[in-house]
T-cell receptor
Framework: GAVVSQHPSRVICKSGTSVKIECRSL??????MFWYRQFPKQSLMLMAT?????????EQGVEKDKFLINHASLTLSTLTVTSAHPEDSSFYIC???????????FGPGTRLTVL | DAKTTQPTSMDCAEGRAANLPCNHS???????VYWYRQIHSQGPQYIIH???NNETNEMASLIITEDRKSSTLILPHATLRDTAVYYC?????????????FGSGTRLSIRP
């Protein structure tokens, strides 16, 4: 099946710093990528949808100035958590839609801990 | 996208078939049924999807009722590694506006 990678898999940072998470589709082109967040014992929550070359669309309640998304190519999207605080600690998961099959594949996730 | 209803949890004996039901009574004609699973601390894994015909792949089978208002995911010979949360999702395919919204899913436990 199609593979989506994320980097880093785990990051610990101090409060007030910014953290960038990369998401890559390794063997397919993804015109659309998605970012989700998951808190312990909860389901995945969609944060935003990004289309290559255009601005991301954020779900209600998600601060676009805090969670910066860039989708510069058909295989790479980045999520930057700016001025991170402890409440931003979560499991962040990206997803990429295969243009040919229209199936959405998910990355392994990035666990962010803000101290 | 249509809403789905799944049991909160199920269990199954190792080696037996695991049958996971999903209700999607408000599904539209152009919406597909997708199944994903999430093993603890990992990203969701795509399993299978279908429109109206039954589908089978190396992981599972998907049985969709004739009226398309419900479906069943079948794992033919469950193993301990199949312990996960299983999500049934309906969405329109080949639509730029379509996105996957996760419900609570079914927590499947496989007992030895």
């Amino acid at each position: 099946g199609a593979v989506v990678s994320q980097h880093p898999s785990r990051v610990i940072c101090k409060s007030g710093t910014s953290v960038k998470i990369e998401c890559r589709s390794l063997d397919f082109q993804a015109t659309t990528m998605f970012w989700y967040r998951q808190f312990p014992k909860q389901s995945l929550m969609l944060m935003a949808t990004s289309n290559e070359g255009s601005k991301a669309t954020y779900e209600q309640g998600v601060e676009k100035d805090k969670f910066l998304i860039n989708h510069a190519s058909l295989t790479l999207s980045t999520l930057t958590v700016t001025s991170a605080h402890p409440e931003d600690s979560s499991f962040y998961i990206c997803s990429a839609r295969d243009f040919d099959t229209d199936t959405q594949y998910f990355g392994p996730g990035t666990r962010l801990t803000v101290l | 996208d249509a809403k789905t209803t799944q049991p909160t949890s199920m269990d199954c004996a190792e080696g037996r078939a695991a049958n996971l039901p999903c209700n999607h009574s408000t599904i539209s004609g152009n919406e597909y049924v997708y199944w994903y699973r999430q093993i603890h601390s990992q990203g969701p894994q795509y399993i299978i999807h279908g429109l109206k015909n039954n589908e089978t792949n190396e992981m599972a089978s998907l049985i969709i009722t004739e009226d398309r208002k419900s479906s069943t995911l079948i794992l033919p010979h469950a193993t301990l590694r199949d312990t996960a949360v299983y999500y049934c999702i309906v969405r329109v395919s080949y639509s730029s506006a379509s996105k996957i919204i996760f419900g609570s899913g079914t927590r499947l436990s496989i007992r030895p």
